[in-house]
C-alpha cells in the first residue's frame, strides 16, 4: 500500500498569501497518478487536481499542481478566502487507493 | 451534471450489516467506462478508499483488502444505483460514507452519509 504524508499539517495564512502544500509518496508514483482534493466542514472533497499538475473542470487558475516521483505540490498563489478548508493528496498508481492524512489551511 | 445520493440506515447495531445505496442522475451507469466508488471518513479524520464496481451483468468489483471479507458492492442498472454492504459492523465503522465517480481519481461525489454504529 502506498503511504502519503503530507506536510505541513496546518498552515495560519492571510487572505492574498501564497501556499504550497507537499505530499511525498513511499514510493515513486508512475504516471504522475495523483490528485489534490479540498474539502470544507461539512462537505465532500472536491476535485481540484489529477495527474499531478492537471487542473479538474471549473477550478480557478491560482490552483496548480507539480511534482513527480515521491514529491508533489500543490500551489494557491493567492489565497482568497473560500480557499481555507483541508487539502488531500490521493494516488491512483495501485491499489488500494490511498489519501494522504491532509493539511489544514486556516485563517491566521 | 452528474449528482449522486446516498441513502440509507443512520443507526446500526453492531455486528450488524450496514446497507448503504447511491442514486446517480445525469448520468447512466451503464453508459461509459465508468467505475463507482465507495469512500468513507471516520469524524474528525482522513478519507478511507473501501472500493469500485464497474457495471456488467456480474458487476466487476475490487474492494479494499482491509475490508474485503466484509464488503460487497452491486450495481442495479434498472434504478441507475449502486450499492454497498458491510457485514459485521462495529464502533470503528462509524463513518461518513460517501459514493463517488472513478476507480482512479474521483470527479464527482455525492453528500455524505453519516452512518452510526451502536447499540
Known amino acids: 500500500e502506498v503511504v502519503l504524508t503530507q506536510s505541513p499539517g496546518t498552515l495560519s495564512l492571510s487572505p492574498g498569501e501564497r501556499v504550497t502544500l507537499s505530499c511525498r509518496a513511499s514510493?515513486?508514483?508512475?504516471?504522475?497518478?495523483l490528485a489534490w482534493y479540498q474539502q470544507k466542514r461539512g462537505q465532500a472533497p472536491r476535485l481540484l487536481v489529477y495527474?499531478?499538475?492537471s487542473r479538474a473542470t471549473g477550478i480557478p487558475d491560482r490552483f496548480s499542481g507539480s511534482g513527480s516521483g515521491t514529491d508533489f505540490t500543490l500551489t494557491i498563489s493567492r489565497l482568497e478566502p473560500e480557499d481555507f478548508a483541508m487539502y488531500y493528496c490521493q494516488q491512483y498508481v495501485s491499489s488500494p487507493r490511498t489519501f494522504g492524512q491532509g493539511t489544514k489551511v486556516e485563517i491566521k | 451534471q452528474v449528482q449522486l445520493q446516498e441513502s440509507g440506515p443512520g443507526l446500526v447495531k453492531p455486528s450488524q450489516t450496514l446497507s448503504l445505496t447511491c442514486t446517480v442522475s445525469g448520468a447512466s451507469i451503464s453508459g461509459g467506462a465508468y467505475y463507482w466508488s465507495w469512500i468513507r471518513q471516520h469524524p474528525g479524520r482522513g478519507l478511507e478508499w473501501l472500493g469500485h464496481i464497474y457495471y456488467t451483468d456480474s458487476g466487476s468489483t475490487y474492494y479494499n483488502p482491509s475490508l474485503q471479507s466484509r464488503l460487497t458492492m452491486s450495481v442495479d442498472t434498472s434504478k441507475n444505483q449502486f450499492s454497498l454492504k458491510l457485514s459485521s459492523v462495529t464502533a470503528a465503522d462509524t463513518a461518513v460514507y460517501y459514493c463517488?465517480?472513478?476507480?482512479?481519481?474521483?470527479?464527482?461525489w455525492g453528500q455524505g452519509t453519516l452512518v452510526t454504529v451502536s447499540s
Open positions: 495527474g499531478a499538475s
Open positions: 514510493q515513486s508514483i508512475s504516471n504522475n497518478y
Open positions: 463517488a465517480r472513478g476507480a482512479y481519481y474521483f470527479e464527482y
